[in-house]
C-alpha cells in the first residue's frame, strides 16, 4: 500500500469555481504534513504546511483529520494560474517525506 | 542567489554506461537529497545526507552511489545504467532535519531528465 494515496483526477473546473482535492495517509506515526504545487516539467516548491487546527493562506485551506488519516486542501476562486499539479506529502522520520503521485488541476477560461 | 542548482538538466544514456549528475546548493544547507520522480509513482526518495561525508539510503537506493565531499555539493552516480533508471531526478536541501520542525523547508532544484536506452 502507497504511503500517501490522491486521486490524480484531472479536475478542470472554471474560473472562480471552488476546487477540493483530498488525499489519504497509511502510516499513523506521520509527524507533518504540506501541500506542493508542481508546474508541469517543474520542481515541486512548498504551497503551505497543514496543521491539526487546519489553516489558511489567501483562497487556500488546508485541513487534517489524523484519526481519519486524512489531508484536505481547498481552493477558493480558483484563477487561471492555479493550474498546476499538487502533491500531498507526508513527513515520517526525520528525512523522509513521502509524496503522493500528484492531483492534476486544470483550470479553465 | 541561485538555489538548488542541477548539471545537466537533460541527458541520454546508453545500458550500461555511466554517470554523474551534479547538485549545487548555495544556502549553507546541512541536509541534501536526491529524489527520483515516476509517473505514477511520485517522488521517491534515493539518498540522504545529513552533512559533508555523510550519506544515507533513502527508499530507492539500488542501482546509485552517492558523495557529498563539500557541503555544498551533493553528487549521484550511476555506475551502470539500466532503462528502469530512466526518470527525472531532482536534488533538494534544507538547512535541518526535517523533523526538528514542521516549518523547515526543502528546496528542489529544477530536475534532470534522464532517458537510458
Known amino acids: 500500500r502507497k504511503e500517501v494515496e490522491q486521486d490524480p483526477g484531472p479536475f478542470n473546473v472554471p474560473e472562480g469555481a471552488t476546487v477540493a482535492f483530498n488525499c489519504t495517509y497509511s502510516n499513523s506515526a506521520s509527524q507533518s504534513f504540506f501541500w506542493y504545487r508542481q508546474d508541469c516539467r517543474k520542481e515541486p516548491k512548498l504551497l503551505m504546511s497543514?496543521?491539526?487546527s487546519g489553516n489558511e493562506d489567501g483562497r487556500f485551506t488546508a485541513q487534517l483529520n489524523r484519526a481519519s488519516q486524512y489531508i484536505s486542501l481547498l481552493i477558493r476562486d480558483s484563477k487561471l494560474s492555479d493550474s498546476a499539479t499538487y502533491l500531498c506529502?507526508?513527513?515520517?522520520?526525520?528525512?523522509?517525506?513521502?509524496f503522493g503521485t500528484g492531483t492534476r488541476l486544470t483550470v479553465i477560461p | 542567489n541561485a538555489g538548488v542548482t542541477q548539471t545537466p538538466k537533460f541527458r541520454v544514456l546508453k545500458t550500461g554506461q555511466s554517470m554523474t549528475l551534479l547538485c549545487a546548493q548555495d544556502?549553507?544547507?546541512?541536509?541534501m537529497y536526491w529524489y527520483r520522480q515516476d509517473p505514477g509513482m511520485g517522488l521517491r526518495l534515493i539518498h540522504y545526507?545529513?552533512?559533508?561525508?555523510?550519506?544515507a539510503k533513502g527508499e530507492v537506493p539500488d542501482g546509485y552511489n552517492v558523495s557529498r565531499l563539500k557541503k555544498q555539493n551533493f553528487l549521484l552516480g550511476l555506475e551502470s545504467a539500466a532503462p528502469s533508471q530512466t526518470s527525472v531526478y531532482f536534488c533538494a536541501s534544507s538547512y535541518s532535519s526535517l523533523g526538528r520542525s514542521s516549518g523547515n523547508t526543502i528546496y528542489f532544484g529544477e530536475g534532470s531528465w534522464l532517458t537510458v536506452v
Open positions: 544556502m549553507n544547507h546541512e541536509y
Open positions: 545526507s545529513v552533512g559533508e561525508g555523510t550519506t
Open positions: 497543514v496543521y491539526s
Open positions: 506529502v507526508c513527513q515520517t522520520g526525520a528525512n523522509n517525506l513521502f
